[in-house]
């Protein structure tokens, strides 16, 4: 069965950088869309970048452009989030998901769109 598991989060300090890592089974990272996306508490879940197996194409929401950077090694099954100059307003739960209708899709219909999820990684950006 489909399972993805994320790693890397943590407590930083405001201007620092954490990697995250997003590794899946019962499918390839090759054949499926990968997205990121974070909740922070009291607020909707959202996403904020997705890349695509069939071109390698990435998208990001424009509040971590230039910040955040996504990337996939498809021969490890694995996709991940070079996250740099984080602020505060960073802090929340990251997680992964396989978006089997691809990042376009995803982009307009959002959550309905996500196939399975990861556990998520807590994030904290201190002050």
């Known amino acids: 069965e489909v399972q993805l598991v994320e790693s890397g989060g943590g407590l930083v300090q405001a201007g620092g950088s954490l990697r995250l890592s997003c590794a899946a089974s019962?499918?390839?990272?090759?054949?499926?869309?990968i997205g990121w996306f974070r909740q922070a508490p009291g607020k909707e879940r959202e996403g904020i970048s997705c890349?695509?197996?069939?071109?390698?194409?990435?998208y990001y929401k424009d509040s971590v452009k230039g910040r955040f950077t996504i990337s996939s090694d498809n021969a490890k099954n694995t996709v991940y989030l070079q996250m740099n100059s984080l602020k505060p307003e960073d802090t929340a739960v990251y997680y992964c998901?396989?978006?089997?209708?691809?990042?376009?899709?995803?982009?307009?219909?959002?959550?309905?769109?996500?196939?399975?999820w990861g556990q998520g990684t807590q994030v904290t950006v201190s002050s």
């Open positions: 890349i695509s197996s069939s071109d390698g194409r990435t």
């Open positions: 019962g499918f390839t990272s090759d054949d499926y869309d």
């Open positions: 998901a396989a978006v089997p209708a691809g990042c376009t899709v995803t982009r307009i219909y959002g959550l309905a769109t996500v196939s399975s």
